[in-house]
Nanobody, 122 residues
Framework: QVQLVESGGGLVQAGGSLRLSCAASGRTFSSYDMGWFRQAPGKEREFVAAISWSGDKTYYADSVKGRFTISRDNAKNTVYLQMNSLKPEDTAAYYC???????????????WGQGTQVTVSS
């Protein structure tokens, strides 16, 4: 099993940056593909970004491409989401998730963190 804990959320002005971290417990972190999702109030949880277990493949939602960067450090059991040029529509709870089969929907992911809130003011 993998336990995930997100951190780094907060309140930021439009155009600003935040870096989210997701710390994983368990010896098998490096064997999991990892993803970031977000959910705004009243909306479905949506895919943001994903990274393969080795870190050599990354994928992004069109809405964040060119602004967000996903990365991982397997030695530290941590995955990151660098978010630049933030917009008010990026406001949501952000969740990291682990999967044994990389995908772009929440149904591909087996383990989830508790989420961290990101609020972007205009």
């Amino acid at each position: 099993q993998v336990q995930l804990v997100e951190s780094g959320g907060g309140l930021v002005q439009a155009g600003g940056s935040l870096r989210l971290s997701c710390a994983a417990s368990g010896r098998t972190f490096s064997s999991y593909d990892m993803g970031w999702f977000r959910q705004a109030p009243g909306k479905e949880r949506e895919f943001v970004a994903a990274i393969s277990w080795s870190g050599d493949k990354t994928y992004y939602a069109d809405s964040v491409k060119g602004r967000f960067t996903i990365s991982r450090d397997n030695a530290k059991n941590t995955v990151y989401l660098q978010m630049n040029s933030l917009k008010p529509e990026d406001t949501a709870a952000y969740y990291c998730a682990a999967s044994s089969r990389l995908g772009f929907t929440q149904y591909h992911y087996d383990y989830w963190g508790q989420g961290t809130q990101v609020t972007v003011s205009s």
